[in-house]
């Protein structure tokens, strides 16, 4: 049996000090200090050494991605791969919570090891390796009564009274994003730090409609008192949105970041990446997740 301590704090503020991140506390409900995870060691790969860590790795809530629950701590599908790729590779990973602008920031700016789930597109791939391990796909949530009426993202921007809410810094698909761009030239926009703001600012009627994927929609909608209330357009059914664990370039060896990338790959050839889904939701939907061969 191997153990894998995993301190999660909630961050306000990193900087890097001595070689380490310092952060500054905000200790949910007093609580929230460190997981231990005891993880089975089936077949170890590789021995841990000083080239595989420690690696600081930036968490972010994000429905059955990454979620606090009360009574067991934090639970996920990211905390699930984290805990995966370092019983396989013998590195060692120290997660701590931030919100995802500041992750990008610190990402692009070489000051933060790690952080998971990540869309690649070209200017992130300057600064970031990306080891993918789901894709998705957004859909547009809006009241039923608004659905009956939208057969279409177009028929949504032709109606200038409707208002869209969305993450900052997050990316949508090919067919969202330039919608989401002419949306915001016209100033019916509203950006958020998180998806429960979003949800929270839908629920109080002050925007029309939010984008989401199935691996965060259940959650979100249960915690805001949104079930029965939305509607689930997918208006975008060929898109192919790759997430993965990003890896900065400047800080994490190279490696190091085979090791993981062997790991994530030997993880969905042997199943252990559908049966982490499978902890979360429908295996219909995970059918649809797993990265493309």
């Known amino acids: 049996m191997r153990y894998v301590i995993f301190h999660f704090v909630v961050c306000q503020e990193i900087a890097f000090c001595g070689g380490r991140y310092m952060t500054r506390y905000l200790i949910r409900n007093l609580v929230l200090a460190s997981i231990i995870s005891f ?50 590779t013998g590195c060692e990973f120290k997660p701590f919570l931030d919100s995802r602008v500041r992750i990008w920031t610190y990402l692009a700016d070489g000051t933060l090891d790690m952080s998971v789930s990540g869309i690649p597109n070209p200017e992130r791939e300057q600064f970031a390796r990306f080891i993918i391990y789901f894709q998705a796909r957004n859909y547009l949530l809006v009241r039923p009564e608004l659905a009956k009426r939208l057969n279409s993202l177009d028929a949504f921007f032709l109606d200038p009274k409707l208002r869209l809410a969305v993450v900052k810094s997050f990316k949508h698909g090919k067919n969202f994003d330039q919608w989401i761009d002419d949306l915001r030239a016209q100033g019916r926009v509203d950006e958020y730090p998180d998806i429960d703001a979003v949800a929270r600012i839908f629920r109080l009627g002050r925007v029309d409609g939010l984008l989401s994927m199935p691996v965060v929609w259940s959650s979100v909608i249960k915690r805001n008192q949104l079930e029965g209330k939305v509607s689930f357009l997918d208006f975008a059914p060929d898109d192919r949105i790759p ?51």
């Open 39 to 88: 993880i089975g060691l089936k077949q170890p790969v590789w021995a841990a050494d000083a080239n595989c860590g420690p690696f600081n790795v930036a968490m972010y809530e994000l429905g059955s991605l990454f979620y606090f629950d009360e009574a067991k701590g934090y639970l996920g599908i990211d905390k699930d791969i984290i805990e995966a790729v370092a019983s396989r």
């Open 243 to 293: 997430h993965g664990l990003i890896l900065s370039r400047k800080r994490i060896p190279k490696e190091a970041a085979e090791r993981m990338r062997q790991a994530v790959s030997a993880m969905q050839e042997d199943g252990t990446l559908e049966k982490i889904f499978n902890r979360y939701l429908p295996a219909d939907i995970v059918k649809r997740m797993m990265p493309s061969q």
